[in-house]
């Protein structure tokens, strides 16, 4: 069975940067089409990222800030987080975007001084 593994998570002051790991244990998973979600406390889970083959796409609140990248011989995903704010505090995970498979535990992100 197919597992989703997020970590790169911790604690950083705003400005600071992140880098997020998305690692898809288990054969026969494709990592062609892959997002990253976000869900803060208190809110429901919102798409941050996408990466679709060679093209990329970003929520508005991340673009410009945020790289979602992948390395196929990994079979990892990343998501590289620059000047980030206190609102993009919050557990942070991946996923297929069209044919989603069980989430995983996520890595929390917590931008704080």
Do not use: H
């Amino acid at each position: 069975q197919v597992q989703l593994v997020e970590s790169g998570g911790g604690l950083v002051q705003p400005g600071g940067s992140l880098r997020l790991s998305c690692t898809a244990s288990g054969s026969r998973f494709s990592i062609d089409d892959m997002g990253w979600y976000r869900q803060a406390p208190g809110k429901e889970r919102e798409w941050v990222a996408r990466i679709y083959l060679s093209a990329t796409g970003y929520a508005d609140s991340v673009k410009g800030r945020f790289t979602i990248s992948r390395d196929n011989a990994k079979n990892t995903v990343f998501l590289q987080m620059n000047s980030l704010k206190p609102e993009d505090t919050a557990v942070y995970y991946c996923n297929n975007p069209s044919y989603p498979i069980p989430w995983g535990q996520g890595t929390q992100v917590t931008v704080s001084s």
